[in-house]
């Protein structure tokens, strides 16, 4: 599947968020509730693929990336770095393939979205995605509320 066919499908999912969801967006609802409604709409965009959100594994053993420290999120016990994405549509197992990676960012978080765009290039570098965005989702009042891709990865 190419860039143009994944991007598209997603863009679908996206207006079907804000068509259908639009109460999460205008709420400010949290982030994994967007996510999980997402992740729906994504599922019928790709029957091939599995999609889920917050999925923590590769294979059996939890997803690891190395990035910079104050980006590495989620952590064990022993203070390694997991990798939990926000959206994935793969095919589950220790090899995937691995299609798309998304993060998702509201406009009401303060984060700059800067460490999203580094987990979501160590994804691909690392566990072999091979396309990423992050997507921002209008959350502020007296706002339009959307959801968008604001950065795209392939290639």
Same mark, same amino acid.
């Given at each position: 599947?190419? *860039?143009?066919?994944?991007?598209? =499908?997603?863009?679908? *999912?996206?207006? +079907? ?14 982030? =994994? %509730?967007?996510?999980?409604? @997402? ?17 923590? =594994? ?22 390694? %770095? /997991? ?16 299609? @798309?990676? /998304?993060? @998702? ?14 987990? /979501? ?8 995605? +091979? ?8 959350? =502020?009042?007296?706002? +339009?509320?959307?959801? *968008? ?7």
């Amino acid at each position: 599947m190419n *860039a143009v066919e994944v991007r598209q =499908r997603l863009e679908i *999912a996206l207006q +079907e968020v804000k068509k259908s969801d639009r109460h999460l967006l205008e709420n400010n609802v949290s982030e =994994r %509730s967007i996510a999980a409604r @997402l992740a729906m709409y994504l599922q019928r965009q790709f029957p091939e693929h599995m999609v889920d959100a917050e999925y923590n =594994r590769q294979g059996e053993n939890p997803k690891r990336v190395t990035m910079p420290e104050q980006c590495a999120g989620y952590r064990n016990e022993d203070k390694t %770095s /997991l990798a939990v994405p926000d959206v994935i549509v793969h095919r589950r197992g220790p090899t995937g393939p691995n299609l @798309l990676v /998304l993060e @998702l960012k509201k406009t009401t978080n303060p984060d700059t979205g800067q460490c999203d765009c580094i987990r /979501l290039r160590a994804f691909r570098e690392q566990l072999g995605y +091979e396309f990423g965005a992050l997507i921002v989702c209008e959350t =502020r009042q007296n706002r +339009e509320p959307g959801i *968008a891709i604001v950065e795209w990865f392939d290639g």
